[in-house]
């Protein structure tokens, strides 16, 4: 591969983890895993997926894109719902098969398809067997 | 599969995302994603995966298990290290195949095993090219 979208693989685990290059380890399918939290309120929003292009089309842009696994396809988050993510801080972790971005967020309120401000509306009931969930946060459309 | 570590499937696409049951949607490798954050200052802390069995012995001991896709086993997490993980909340997302676990943990110090206290020591230097790192925690341990 060539072109923007190409990261340079890292020489060895010590540059890997301790480098100055971003060099993303893509999976199987060419995806590394995308935490997303709420640059202002630190709220987790969503967990995604980006492959190169996606990855690259982040940096280059200062707007969010993913790769829906789903559709198969390159999904610039909010095109369609209004809830565009302008990214202001990205991270990588130790072994760079996952990236943190910090967003500011247009429409909150459709940052989850089901109408919420998060994807994570739902907490496990821990005082009872650990398979019930409790919804946090109520749909605002429908 | 029987015993403790089962989880009921979703019946319908609406009970996955509305329902008050947890349905987690493992996948191919029967795995789902975990966002771990710390639960006293919010720092995303570590990604990690979890089969069923890790996630059943999470719920049910309060202390967090995660699969290792390196080594092919169970991973207590500090178990090695002291760096343990107590949960105080889990949260699932909406079509449950990434879970959110905000946790305390004993041996901040070797959360990640580079010896710093979160895996996303480094942010990309946005300002450049986006292909470089800039290191914000030092590692504590060598």
Same mark, same amino acid.
């Given at each position: 591969? #060539? &072109?923007?979208? %190409? ?5 060895? +685990? ?8 971003? #060099? ?35 940096? @280059? ?7 829906? !696994? ?10 369609? #719902? &209004?809830?565009?993510?302008?990214? @202001?801080?990205? !991270?990588? =972790? ?12 247009? +429409? ?13 509306? @739902? +907490?496990? =009931?821990?005082?009872?067997?650990? @398979?019930?969930?409790?919804?946090? %946060?109520?749909?605002?459309? #429908?």
């Amino acid at each position: 591969m #060539s &072109g923007p979208a %190409e990261f340079a693989p890292a020489a060895s +685990k010590a540059e890997l983890e301790e480098g100055t290059r971003l #060099s993303p380890r893509f999976d199987a399918n060419g995806l590394v895993t995308a935490v997303v939290t709420d640059d202002a309120t630190g709220d987790l929003l969503m967990v995604a997926h980006m492959n190169a292009e996606a990855l690259d089309l982040t940096l @280059r842009t200062g707007t969010a894109h993913y790769f829906s !696994r789903s559709r198969g396809s390159l999904w610039k988050k909010g095109e369609t #719902s &209004g809830a565009l993510q302008t990214v @202001r801080e990205v !991270r990588v =972790d130790c072994d760079q098969d996952a990236v943190w971005l910090k967003v500011a967020v247009a +429409k909150p309120e459709d940052t989850c398809h089901t109408g919420r401000t998060s994807c994570f509306y @739902r +907490k496990v =009931d821990l005082a009872g067997d650990g @398979r019930m969930l409790i919804e946090t %946060e109520a749909r605002a459309s #429908s």
